[in-house]
Nanobody, 125 residues
Framework: QVQLVESGGGLVQPGGSLRLSCAAS????????MAWFRQAPGKERDFVAT????????VYADAAKGRFTISRHNAKNTVYLEMNSLKPEDTAVYYC??????????????????WGQGTQVTVSS
């Protein structure tokens, strides 16, 4: 069983930056593909970005391209989401997700078996 704990959310002004972290435990981190999703009130959980177990391939949602960067540090069992040029429409609960690497990269929430509890990101002046 994989446990995921997100941190780094908060209140930021439009145009600002935040870095989210997700610490994993319970399995060998380098066996896991990792992803970030987000869910705004009254909306579905949307894909943001994903990264392969070795970090060599990253895929972003259109809304994240050019502003967000996903990365991982396997020795620290941690995945990050660096968010720049934040907009009010980025306001959401951000979730970290994990899937064992043999299942390949996925862009749907159903592709990920393990989830964190979420961290709130609010972009407002």
């Amino acid at each position: 069983q994989v446990q995921l704990v997100e941190s780094g959310g908060g209140l930021v002004q439009p145009g600002g930056s935040l870095r989210l972290s997700c610490a994993a435990s319970g399995d060998t981190f380098s066996n896991l593909n990792m992803a970030w999703f987000r869910q705004a009130p009254g909306k579905e959980r949307d894909f943001v970005a994903t990264i392969t177990w070795g970090g060599n391939r990253k895929v972003y949602a259109d809304a994240a391209k050019g502003r967000f960067t996903i990365s991982r540090h396997n020795a620290k069992n941690t995945v990050y989401l660096e968010m720049n040029s934040l907009k009010p429409e980025d306001t959401a609960v951000y979730y970290c997700a994990a899937a064992r690497k043999e299942y390949g990269l996925g862009y749907e929430a159903s592709a990920y078996a393990f989830w964190g509890q979420g961290t709130q990101v609010t972009v407002s002046s």
